[in-house]
């Protein structure tokens, strides 16, 4: 089993920044990526970012120019910078972590999902 913890999501006007945060726990042997996705009201949940074991990363393309994903592995850390702040950014924003819970077994774990609400 494996845990995700994550916060950050508030109200925030449109021009404002937010920072959400996920930690990691539990049978983790060998993380492979992480990532952040999100779903809006009415909508399929999407990819915003992912950054890979070797630090390779990938952007939505609304994402481009005004988020950064980054980590922090000591800690099982990983952080997105949400900058410029659009009302059509509101969604719940889920953590995600593809990790190895022993040599030979690989799976997606999830977070519970942090409301981020964008108002004009």
């Known amino acids: 089993q494996v845990q995700l913890v994550e916060s950050g999501g508030e109200v925030v006007q449109a021009g404002g920044s937010l920072r959400l945060s996920c930690k990691a726990s539990g049978s983790i042997f060998r993380i492979i990526a992480r990532g952040w996705y999100r779903q809006a009201p009415g909508k399929q949940r999407e990819l915003v970012a992912t950054i890979n074991a070797g630090g390779g990363i990938n952007y939505a393309d609304f994402a481009q120019g005004r988020f950064t994903i980054s980590r922090a592995n000591a800690e099982n850390m990983v952080y997105l910078q949400m900058n410029s702040l659009q009302p059509e950014d509101t969604a719940v924003y889920y953590c995600?972590?593809?990790?190895?819970?022993?040599?030979?077994?690989?799976?997606?774990?999830w977070g519970q999902g942090t409301q981020v609400t964008v108002s004009s």
């Open positions: 995600n972590t593809r990790t190895y819970t022993d040599p030979q077994f690989w799976d997606d774990y």
